[in-house]
């Protein structure tokens, strides 16, 4: 069984501040890890994934999460937020067996960015 | 840039009637996955289809639900005898292999009345 866990269901941060959104899961074999975001209104996209190859992960739109085995966890990050930034962000985590790709998705952290 | 699409954007049922959401894959791809997020919650997965069968299915996706590849673009679900807490948003995805990323179709917003 797997499953994540995003603390905070909201979060604030000012313009050209540091996002910080945390992720931690649980799975009982090697996980797939994935940040997607959805702005209002529209479906999910990608931002960066983690499919066991390098632990320190860049996506799209300047953010970057990192794989933290021991700390079971997959926090997003980015150095400075943009306005454009606001929406609601997702980590998920699937598993690496072959045939088992369902996406089990974190209940979502809403960011807030204010100018 | 290719993309996943669903149809209709937005349906409207009445209580106990059938619905049946539509969704274009990319073109390439071989997984095909239904979610769906009621409102104010986290994305659920329904079931993922490969090779003209399920592949996976959640505890979620009951006897009501059913999925069919129809034709060789179409991908869709259908809902049997809709209930007031199928009023969801139902998103599809496609992915081109196992191991790689999942493709996310804009959504169907569900409202069962």
């Known amino acids: 069984a797997q499953s994540v866990t995003q603390l905070g269901s909201h979060v604030s941060v000012s313009e050209g501040a540091l996002v910080l959104l945390r992720c931690n899961y649980s799975?009982?074999?090697?996980?797939?890890l994935f940040w997607y975001v959805q702005y209002p209104n529209q479906g999910l996209q990608l931002l960066l994934k983690?499919?066991?190859?390098?632990?320190l992960v860049k996506g799209i739109n300047g953010f970057e999460a990192e794989f933290k085995k021991s700390e079971t966890s997959f926090h997003l990050t980015k150095p400075s937020a943009h306005m454009s930034d606001a929406a609601e962000y997702f980590c998920a985590v699937t598993t690496s067996d072959t045939g088992r790709r369902a996406l089990t998705f974190g209940s979502g952290t809403r960011l807030q960015v204010q100018p | 840039e290719p993309e996943v699409t669903q149809t209709p954007s937005h349906q409207v049922t009445q209580m106990g009637q059938e619905v049946i959401l539509r969704c274009v894959p990319i073109?390439?791809?071989?997984?095909f996955y239904w979610y769906r997020q009621i409102l104010g919650q986290k994305v659920e997965f329904l079931v993922s289809?490969?090779?003209?069968?399920?592949?996976?299915k959640s505890e979620i996706f009951d006897d009501q639900f059913s999925v069919e590849r129809p034709d060789g673009s179409n991908f869709t679900l259908k809902i049997r005898s809709t209930k007031l807490e199928d009023s969801a948003m139902y998103f599809c995805?496609?992915?081109?292999?196992?191991?790689?990323?999942?493709?996310f179709g804009p959504g169907t917003r569900l409202t069962v009345l």
């Open positions: 983690y499919t066991s190859a390098a632990t």
């Open positions: 995805a496609s992915s081109p292999d196992s191991n790689n990323e999942q493709f």
């Open positions: 799975s009982s074999v090697p996980p797939y």
């Open positions: 073109s390439n791809h071989l997984y």
């Open positions: 289809f490969y090779n003209n069968e399920i592949s996976e």
